[in-house]
């Protein structure tokens, strides 16, 4: 099948396709003749497990990870289990920076609870003033 096909079978764009062919995610297909890329179903296998991993918030170095423990298997999966392990901690690290960030946007909401002139608005002087964590600032790069 060509790209505009695998595209539509996936659900994703053909930049997508093209996105993970560049970063090594999606190996490269044959070509034609014509020089029209040709996909297969192990094309359209691999692009599913690489979405429904995004759809988790799994970072491309994790589901290389994966992919390479696809390919070439272990004996067993514990190195699978390992990198969700992993995974899980990250998400569980993200969500108490969330839980803070929301913290942070409640307090500034209640530094302005009337309407004013922007010189006196209360959340534009927080943010010139507040500061922010190390964790924060990772997010800032």
């Known amino acids: 099948m060509k790209i505009g096909e695998l595209a539509k079978v996936t659900k994703c764009t053909t930049e997508t396709i093209r996105y ?12 034609n003749e014509s020089n ?17 991993c995004r759809s988790l918030a799994m970072s491309h170095e994790e589901i290389r990870r994966l992919l390479t423990l696809m390919d070439k298997p272990p004996a067993d999966c514990s ?11 990250h998400v569980d690290t993200r969500l108490q920076e969330l839980i803070e960030l929301k913290e942070q946007l409640n307090y500034l909401q209640q530094q302005c609870q009337n309407e004013d002139v922007i010189d006196h608005c209360g959340i534009l002087q927080g943010l010139k003033t507040m500061e922010y964590s190390e964790r924060q600032q990772s997010h800032l790069k």
Not at 22 to 28: A, E, F, I, Q, R
Not at 79 to 89: G, R
């Open 20 to 31: 993970y062919e560049k970063s090594g995610l999606l190996p490269m297909p044959e070509r």
């Open 36 to 52: 029209y890329r040709l996909y297969n179903q192990t094309h359209e296998y691999r692009l599913n497990f690489i979405r429904n």
């Open 79 to 89: 190195d699978v289990n390992y990198l969700l392990d992993e995974h899980i901690n």
